[in-house]
């Protein structure tokens, strides 16, 4: 044991005279090997104090496995049990431990551990103790940073901005107007120190932290710096000496920069100017990109352009992209997927849905297909655990002609929008076991046709009016003329929503944008607090799925804006149509109530 604390004291005055650049993950490193892995007692407090230290992850950003504070923990590891192993953590963190990294905090020559000694003290002595630190740990972290940054002794300049940015945050905390300014100034002296084009994560930051900063005081040659340090730049890389040298990417973040600024001066020409050049990046990178490369880009400058009200430039971007679309259905290859379902299963499956009377059958199909979104977002969960990686990116979903027609974020980013891809996705699955239940109870119920458009009428969602054009569009599915069964249908399906709406108190109307008033469409409608009441939150999620979300099937957009091949008019469409038919099917009169 007193090898081990002789060998700590020596590797720490090391890091104390280290000259050369090194990152707080050498120390911990370097710490830790000081120790036999397969020591089995227990390591003293000093040890684990000087491990955990530098293990803290500086600038935590995830809320929900943080603790409130600045630092947080390194690794976290979700347990079967529903419950997270963190490492290092914050429960390990005792009052002996806070003071012996204040004591560190006074004796550490190097910046680097005198900055994280004093830091960690500062951000954990409230949340461990309940006690408040005492402000001169944050003034020794403040002076440790801007020490850092002078001796250029961190091995990573990246992390060096973020201690820049803490310690502004700190000095501002404390409003201690003598360190303001110097904190100001070593934040453009560092930029200057560490700028490179091609590296958007070195240089901004002093325009980012500093010029819309009320707390903090620029000089009219300082504003003049920042401003025209990002002029220069955005000319270097968007139109370069060498067209092959174009950075688009850092062009859009100098152009976005500036746009903000011209923007709060009102200044519109300067914004349309600084924004072209950006997308005139963009555009000579994507003349000799993939078609899937240059679509994407070329929506990133579409998506600018509107934002910023350019819309005679959006309106030119949306062109060209329309003209990349062929190409990019033609770059795209399909995957496949084999499953196999052994007969004997398969019958007993279809035996069990279709068992008794056609009433009960109706209503055993019309429950049994209603994805529960609760248990695809499960899916979603242990997807992501085995197949992370999956789940860490962006998917762009494109029409048949290879337009993008939505985004589905990361999955921690747009829960929402991955539980309605992998809803869209399980449903294609079901739909092949749908289909030969329907068949099935075709040849068991010959008359199932007739049967099945009078139970849909005993809902009093469906008027009878309307009687003739479902019993058609009925007819023309079991007969095999989907596509004729699918446009009688949907909108059918619309106004017997509109109609349930009525029935129980809702609107159905909303302003027209020319005046007057206008009947809800059906996406409106299956937003309606009352239709969630009366169908649940699983079956109205289930109709936006399947079709008024962009995100998923969306085929009563799809179908009545005549976006669909006639090749898509198959089967699977049409069978989900008529399952939504027998969910609305369910909803009865409640005579005992006189309504």
């Not at 050498?26 to 000093?46: F, G, H, N, T, Y």
């Not at 020490?147 to 992390?159: L, S």
């Not at 119920?445 to 458009?453: G, K, Q, V, W, Y």
Request: aromatic share 8%; net charge negative.
């Amino acid at each position: 044991m007193n090898q081990l604390m002789d060998s700590l004291r020596e590797l720490l005055a090391k890091y104390d005279n280290e000259t050369g650049s090194f990152s707080e993950i050498d120390v911990s490193q370097a710490i830790r090997a000081l120790r036999d892995a397969k020591e089995q007692s227990e390591p003293p407090m000093q040890w684990l104090a000087e491990v955990m230290a530098f293990d803290f992850c500086e600038d935590y950003q995830n809320r929900e496995t943080g603790w409130g504070t600045y630092y947080g923990p390194m690794v976290v590891l979700n347990n079967k049990d529903g419950t997270c192993t963190e490492s290092p953590s914050i429960k390990k963190v005792s009052g002996g431990i806070i003071q012996y990294w204040s004591e560190r905090a006074t004796v550490a020559r190097h910046p680097i551990l005198r900055a994280r000694y004093a830091d960690l003290v500062w951000d954990f002595t409230k949340v461990v103790l309940g006690t408040s630190p005492p402000y001169t740990m944050a003034q020794t972290v403040i002076d440790s940073i801007l020490d850092i940054a002078h001796r250029n002794c961190h091995r990573h300049e990246i992390d060096v901005v973020t201690k820049l940015k803490r310690a502004l945050s700190l000095v501002l905390a404390l409003n201690d107007a003598s360190r303001i300014e110097v904190v100001r100034d070593a934040i453009i002296i560092y930029e200057d120190r560490i700028v490179q084009d091609s590296k958007p994560g070195l240089w901004g930051f002093s325009y980012d932290l500093l010029f819309d900063n009320k707390r903090v005081i620029l000089s009219d040659e300082q504003k003049r710096k920042l401003i025209d340090d990002l002029e220069s730049r955005l000319k270097r890389v968007a139109t370069p000496n060498k067209p092959e040298d174009t950075d688009p990417w850092a062009a859009e973040a100098a152009a976005l920069r500036l746009a903000n600024h011209y923007r709060v001066l009102g200044q519109a020409l300067e914004i349309r100017r600084v924004l072209l050049e950006f997308g005139h990046a963009f555009e000579q990178v994507s003349a000799n990109a993939s078609a899937l490369q240059a679509s994407a880009w070329l929506q990133r400058v579409h998506g600018v352009y509107v934002q910023y009200g350019l819309n005679d430039e959006a309106e030119s971007i949306a062109i060209k992209l329309q003209q990349i679309g062929p190409r990019m259905a033609s770059e795209m290859k399909q995957l496949s997927h084999t499953m196999e379902v052994p007969k004997e299963k398969l019958d007993k499956y279809i035996a069990a849905l279709t068992a008794g009377n056609l009433d009960d059958i109706f209503s055993r199909v019309a429950a049994h297909y209603i994805p529960r979104k609760t248990a695809v977002e499960n899916q979603l969960r242990d997807l992501a655990q085995k197949h992370p990686v999956s789940f860490l990116f962006s998917t762009e979903l494109q029409d048949s002609h290879g337009r993008s027609i939505a985004t589905v974020g990361p999955l921690d980013a747009d829960l929402t929008g991955n539980i309605v891809k992998q809803m869209s996705q399980n449903m294609s699955i079901s739909a092949l076991f749908m289909r030969e239940v329907l068949e099935s109870l075709c040849g068991k119920f010959p008359a199932c046709e007739d049967s099945m458009s009078e139970y849909v009428f005993r809902s009093p969602v469906f008027d009878q009016s309307r009687r003739a054009i479902v019993e058609m569009g009925v007819k023309a599915h079991f007969r095999g003329e989907y596509a004729v069964a699918v446009h009688l249908l949907i909108p059918q399906i619309e106004e017997a929503i509109r109609c349930l709406l009525e029935k129980v108190g809702g609107s159905i109307l909303k302003p027209a944008r020319g005046g007057g008033l206008r009947l809800k469409i059906l996406d409106e409608l299956l937003r309606e607090p009352m239709i969630v009441d009366v169908f649940g939150e699983d079956t109205v999620f289930y109709f936006r799925v399947l079709l008024t979300d962009q995100r998923g099937w969306n085929l009563r957009n799809s179908v009545c804006h005549g976006l669909c091949r006639a090749e898509e008019f198959g089967a699977v469409m049409a069978d989900r149509i008529l399952h939504v038919l027998l969910c609305l099917a369910q909803i009865r009169e409640d005579k005992s109530m006189g309504h």
